[in-house]
């Protein structure tokens, strides 16, 4: 890949825009989060410069050790992977969001240690859209039970919805996942207690990022589309899956 972080990241701004009016949206309708997983700090940096200051990453050492490097830049860290219940600690040493959470002894043990920090945290929802079994993520049928139990964990800002996209090359099967997720938040803003404030829909990598924001996501997570191709192969990240190299 070619061109300096900046470029490419003006590169998918503008086919984010692109995108988004084909779809009637707004052009600023969905935002972008950089995900730095892999990419070390001085790349990271190059970012920050070019205006960029929502990140993402995947696993909680990472994350933690990069903000300690970034530490007093106008960053917002995500939290986008798999969470442990013995990392909570850890990763709210850096995050000020986390978009995995996928199950209530999760919620319950975030809560808790925010009560004690005094302080709250944005959350969006994981949904299993693919129904691959190797995903982690809520069945969709079961997100409206789990919706219902989150009230009682106060210091949870729940925003939305995350989802991974089938890892295929087949626009349709991407855009399905993509369009339940959005009936979910839909039918979930008119029926859960959280109601109105269900807005968010994180869904589009590097590869699928312009569909999904067609199928209206507010926030779509990209890293090697800006980065570059990753020297860890994404069974690292996701067992026993595979997915389509990034569109160039
Ligand atoms: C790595 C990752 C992304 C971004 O993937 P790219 O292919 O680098 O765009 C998005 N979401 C999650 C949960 C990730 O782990």
Same mark, same amino acid.
């Given at each position: 890949?070619?061109?300096?972080?900046?470029?490419?990241?003006?590169?998918?701004?503008?086919?984010?825009?692109?995108?988004?009016?084909?779809?009637?949206?707004?052009?600023?309708?969905?935002?972008?989060?950089?995900?730095?997983?892999?990419?070390?700090?001085?790349?990271?940096?190059?970012? !920050?410069?070019?205006?960029? &200051?929502? !990140?993402?990453?995947?696993?909680?050492?990472?994350?933690?050790?990069?903000?300690?490097?970034?530490?007093?830049?106008?960053?917002?860290?995500?939290?986008?992977? &798999?969470?442990?219940?013995?990392?909570?600690?850890?990763?709210?040493?850096?995050?000020?969001?986390?978009?995995?959470?996928?199950?209530?002894?999760?919620?319950?043990?975030?809560?808790?240690?925010?009560? &004690?920090?005094?302080?709250?945290?944005?959350?969006?929802?994981?949904?299993?859209?693919?129904?691959?079994?190797?995903?982690?993520?809520?069945?969709?049928?079961?997100?409206?039970?789990? !919706?219902?139990? !989150?009230?009682?964990?106060?210091?949870?800002?729940?925003?939305?919805?995350?989802?991974?996209?089938?890892?295929?090359?087949?626009?349709?099967?991407?855009?399905?996942?993509?369009?339940?997720?959005?009936?979910?938040?839909?039918?979930?803003?008119?029926?859960?207690?959280?109601?109105?404030?269900?807005?968010?829909?994180?869904?589009?990598?590097?590869?699928?990022?312009?569909?999904?924001?067609?199928?209206?996501?507010?926030?779509?997570?990209?890293?090697?589309?800006?980065?570059?191709?990753?020297?860890?192969?994404?069974?690292?990240?996701?067992?026993?899956?595979?997915?389509?190299?990034?569109?160039?």
């Amino acid at each position: 890949m070619t061109g300096s972080v900046a470029d490419r990241l003006d590169d998918v701004r503008k086919r984010m825009r692109d995108a988004a009016l084909r779809a009637g949206r707004s052009p600023d309708a969905a935002s972008l989060m950089l995900v730095t997983k892999t990419v070390g700090a001085a790349r990271v940096q190059q970012a !920050l410069d070019a205006g960029q &200051h929502s !990140l993402g990453e995947n696993k909680v050492q990472e994350g933690r050790a990069k903000a300690r490097e970034l530490a007093g830049q106008p960053v917002r860290w995500s939290m986008i992977g &798999h969470l442990q219940t013995n990392k909570v600690r850890d990763v709210l040493e850096f995050a000020g969001e986390v978009q995995s959470l996928d199950r209530l002894r999760l919620a319950s043990a975030l809560d808790r240690r925010l009560q &004690h920090l005094g302080r709250g945290l944005d959350i969006l929802v994981q949904v299993n859209t693919s129904g691959e079994p190797t995903k982690y993520g809520l069945a969709p049928e079961d997100v409206p039970a789990f !919706l219902a139990e !989150l009230p009682a964990f106060s210091s949870l800002r729940v925003r939305g919805f995350m989802t991974l996209a089938r890892f295929t090359s087949d626009q349709d099967e991407m855009r399905r996942c993509f369009r339940l997720l959005r009936a979910i938040r839909d039918r979930a803003r008119q029926d859960a207690p959280q109601g109105a404030a269900l807005e968010t829909l994180s869904m589009g990598m590097s590869g699928d990022y312009e569909i999904a924001i067609e199928e209206g996501a507010t926030v779509v997570r990209v890293g090697q589309a800006v980065f570059g191709a990753r020297p860890l192969p994404d069974t690292h990240y996701w067992p026993e899956t595979r997915r389509p190299a990034p569109r160039a």
